[in-house]
């Protein structure tokens, strides 16, 4: 779908020393890993560069959030199948709003079924 897609720009500072992503979209379990895929890229093209994954006019679910806030506290990306993390002098910023994981259309007739809808969290609300 096109409301799934992310925005990502990748700049590089004249002194080759830096590199911005900037993300835009919306960032979840699912497609966190093409954000893995361009830092491994931009890692590879220039081995040690310091990394900014600057997803402030994004949004990210918290598992996403999460996972990157790890890759840049390890200093390293995952991998893939069968190989060993890739060492990256990564830094990230977060969104500051967080998207709620999309929600089966199941779960979302069983809402409508029940008369609750959930506001945020864990907070649910009946209704009247």
Known sequence: MEGDKLKVLVSM???CDSARIEVKGNV???NVQALHAVARRVNTL???LGIVLDLAAASATSEAAQELRECADAQALPAGAGQDPVPCNLSAVLPVKTAQPARSAEAAE???????SVASGSDVALAA
């Open 13 to 15: 500072d004249v002194d």
């Open 28 to 30: 979840d379990s699912r």
């Open 110 to 116: 069983a809402n409508k079924l029940a008369g609750a």
């Open 46 to 48: 220039m081995p040690g």
